[in-house]
């Protein structure tokens, strides 16, 4: 249990450690929608909230804002024409992009400032970690 709670503790001070270096108006849950789209392609409102856990309706104020920012873009489901389909925009590509490198420079930066050993260290603990991510 002690384990599991450093880890989130871990997670959290990483998680503050990247949002000092930010640059967007893009929230956290927005980001993740926007990462979701690009990896998976095109998606409804409704799978992209059982995707990433939370309520349609909240899932929607996410894309809404998205949209209102030019990241994402919706058309007709030719399926089933009382639904859209969510999909990234170039700009929304973009800015992931551009977003992803900053974080990535920043805990380069310091993870750069670990002895070689550690930072050795620090990718085996990925590789042991990234099975207790994936379902």
């Not at 089933?80 to 420079?105: I, K, N, Y």
């Not at 002895?115 to 260290?121: H, I, M, N, Q, S």
């Not at 085996?124 to 207790?132: G, N, S």
Request: aromatic share 2%; no cysteine; hydrophobic share 40%.
């Amino acid at each position: 249990m002690r384990l599991a709670e450093d880890l989130l503790v871990l997670h959290g001070r990483i998680r503050r450690t990247l949002l000092t270096g930010k640059a967007d108006e893009v929230t956290a849950s927005q980001t993740a929608a926007l990462g979701r789209l690009l990896r998976y392609g095109e998606q409804t409102v409704a799978d992209l909230a059982r995707a990433e856990g939370v309520r349609p309706q909240s899932m929607g104020a996410t894309v809404q804002a998205l949209e209102d920012l030019g990241l994402v873009g919706r058309r007709p489901d030719p399926t089933d024409g009382r639904r859209s389909l969510v999909r990234a925009t170039e700009t929304g590509s973009r800015a992931r992009e551009e977003a992803w490198g900053t974080r990535t420079r920043v805990l380069a930066d310091r993870l750069a400032g670990l002895p070689e050993a550690d930072r050795d260290t620090v990718a085996r603990a990925i590789a042991i970690l990234r099975p207790v991510t994936e379902p």
